[in-house]
């Protein structure tokens, strides 16, 4: 099992709506990072998070609204969205000793579908 | 510089043989090249990972052969699996780096019984 937690599995939302993706980790990892993975795709980067603060944003547009409340959660806000932001939206996350190693730790991901 | 190529896109096996799947980069300042293996409505999990400094990597039915002048990485499983059939991809980061991981393209495999 996954020590990374990622709820819900599952949204579907209309383009109007407020939805949030929520990630949880307990294994102390400080940098946190959300990936967008569409379909026979390998996963694109969309923001890390260390220390619990914004440090990438990878030009993501501002309907995707990320949020650190602490070390072990991770949000990631959905307003507006469009039909092509459908995908597969992954957590994970890393030890970061001052130093990132690659060595990532995904969750399951929340498969989102936008109508 | 940043990419890294995969390939193949996809490989059938037979149960028993072996799969080997073959990555390329450009950047010679990448230094952590993990291999990810990913199960149909799964996340990635890292499978095994190799630094540039050795050549050879196994764990298992799995081994990374690493050949840094060429810049060239290749995964192989050995006595392949049904329960091996998933999407593998390599990966390359730089130690330090906040970006992490530099993805290739990714492999379906397909073992067959």
């Known amino acids: 099992d996954t020590e990374v937690t990622q709820t819900p599995k599952h949204l579907v939302m209309g383009m109007t709506n407020k939805k949030s993706l929520k990630c949880e980790q307990h294994m102390g990892h400080r940098a946190m990072y959300w990936y967008k993975q569409k379909a026979k795709k390998p996963p694109e980067l969309m923001f890390v998070y260390s220390y619990e603060k914004l440090s990438i944003n990878e030009s993501v547009p501002s309907r995707f609204s990320p949020e650190c409340p602490n070390s072990s959660l991770l949000n990631l806000h959905l307003h507006a969205l469009q039909p092509e932001d459908s995908a597969l939206y992954l957590c994970?996350?890393?030890?970061?000793?001052?130093?990132?190693?690659?060595?990532?730790?995904f969750g399951e991901g929340s498969r989102l579908t936008v109508l | 510089q940043q990419q890294v190529k995969q390939s193949p896109q996809s490989l059938i096996v037979q149960k028993g043989g072996i799969s080997i799947i073959n990555c390329a980069y450009e950047n010679t300042a990448f230094d952590y090249f993990p291999w990810y293996q990913q199960f149909p409505g799964k996340g990635p999990a890292l499978l095994i990972a190799?630094?540039?400094?050795?050549s050879e990597k196994k764990e298992g039915r799995f081994t990374i052969s690493f050949n840094k002048s060429a810049k060239q990485f290749s995964l192989h499983i050995m006595d392949s699996q049904p329960g091996d059939s998933a999407t593998y991809f390599c990966a390359a980061s730089i130690i330090g780096s906040a970006r992490q991981l530099t993805f290739g393209s990714g492999t379906q495999l397909t073992v067959l019984p």
């Open positions: 190799i630094r540039p400094d050795v």
């Open positions: 994970a996350s890393s030890p970061y000793r001052g130093r990132g190693t690659g060595e990532l730790f």
